[in-house]
């Protein structure tokens, strides 16, 4: 996998938005390893294309 561009790169707040899930679920996802997280500075990004696909359903799922 290629490692994310700046510009794909998107702040927490705004991949809570994209999942429908609170920024501190995102972070625990970071935490879990379920997404990787990039810290800028003080900050902490995470791709937009990695959000994508953890919202994307899972094959297999219950009908």
Do not use: F, N, Q
Not at 24 to 50: H, N, Q, T
């Amino acid at each position: 996998m290629t490692p994310p561009t700046p510009t794909d790169l998107i702040g927490l707040a705004e991949a809570a938005r994209l999942l429908g899930v609170s920024r501190w679920m995102v972070r625990a996802m970071i935490g879990r390893g379920e997404l990787p997280g990039y810290r800028i500075g003080r900050l902490i990004k995470v791709s937009a294309r990695d959000v994508r696909r953890a919202a994307r359903p899972m094959d297999g799922g219950a009908s």
